[in-house]
């Protein structure tokens, strides 16, 4: 069984940043795909970005792109989400999420097994 603990989360202004944790349990957490999705309310589930498990190959979804930064350090079982240039339209609950047999990098949802409870982001004008 993995475990997701998600941090960082919280209020912001339009333009500043923020940097999301999201730790792993598991032995195994270094050969997992992780990504992070977001959902804001009345919304559906979107994808934000993913990293590869061996590789620095990252994914970004285009809303987010040039803005934020997925990375891991799989010492620590932790993979990080860095915000930039926040927008209004960046508030959602963010989700940190694990593919623990990962072929590909996917940025569909049902590509992952596990899912963290998720850690709030809120941007105000």
């Known amino acids: 069984q993995v475990q997701l603990v998600e941090s960082g989360g919280g209020l912001v202004q339009a333009g500043e940043s923020l940097r999301l944790s999201c730790a792993g349990s598991?032995?195994?957490?270094?050969?997992?795909?992780m990504a992070w999705f977001r959902q804001a309310p009345g919304k559906e589930r979107e994808f934000v970005a993913a990293?590869?498990?061996?590789?620095?190959?990252?994914y970004y979804g285009d809303s987010v792109k040039g803005r934020f930064i997925i990375s891991r350090d799989n010492a620590k079982n932790t993979v990080y989400l860095q915000m930039s240039s926040l927008k209004p339209d960046d508030t959602a609950h963010y989700y940190c999420?694990?593919?623990?047999?990962?072929?590909?990098?996917?940025?569909?949802?049902?590509?992952?097994?596990?899912w963290g409870q998720g850690t709030q982001v809120t941007v105000s004008a």
């Open positions: 999420a694990a593919d623990a047999a990962p072929t590909s990098v996917s940025m569909s949802s049902r590509s992952y097994d596990y």
């Open positions: 990293i590869h498990w061996k590789n620095p190959l990252t």
């Open positions: 598991g032995r195994s957490f270094s050969a997992y795909a």
